[in-house]
């Protein structure tokens, strides 16, 4: 194993200033850090196809799992927080058009409008986060995957 990933530890390798206090510092590969923002990023490939941002977020994973544990923790954090969007988003979307049918649902649209935007400005705040400090966590996703 690479030093800097026995540091690292998913529990104990995410200690920072976020935190209040301070862990060891590891320094994250220019590889580990292309693959992370890229992994984080993967959510922009649901805007062509609908779908295929969890997919790539899980194939990241796959490569790196064995590879780079801080690459496959944001992989994998991204590709559950794209399906838990995906059904969030096809949750609202649904009860928004079944809500037209009795013309309340109108209402419904410019709000699962911006709503539909959250995951993807997260997505890229994400990856930017992932560039500049080599770390990001994202809320409920992050805690559930250290917990398995």
Request: charged share 15%; glycine share 8%; aromatic share 12%.
């Amino acid at each position: 194993m690479d030093p800097q990933e026995q540091n690292y530890g998913m529990a104990g390798g995410h200690q920072g200033a976020h935190q209040g206090h301070r862990g060891p510092v590891v320094v994250m590969t220019q590889e580990e850090r292309t693959w992370s923002v890229l992994a984080h990023l993967s959510m922009f490939l649901n805007l062509v196809t609908g779908f295929l941002g969890p997919v790539a977020a899980l194939v990241v994973w796959l490569v790196f799992r064995d590879r780079s544990r801080r690459v496959a923790f944001n992989a994998l954090q991204s590709m559950w927080y794209q399906v838990a969007w995906v059904v969030i988003l096809a949750v609202g979307w649904t009860v928004t058009g079944l809500l037209t049918i009795v013309l309340i649902g109108f209402l419904l649209i410019p709000v699962m409008a911006l709503v539909s935007i959250v995951p993807f400005v997260h997505a890229a705040y994400a990856a930017y986060r992932v560039s500049r400090d080599g770390e990001y966590r994202y809320p409920f996703i992050a805690d559930m995957i250290e917990s398995r």
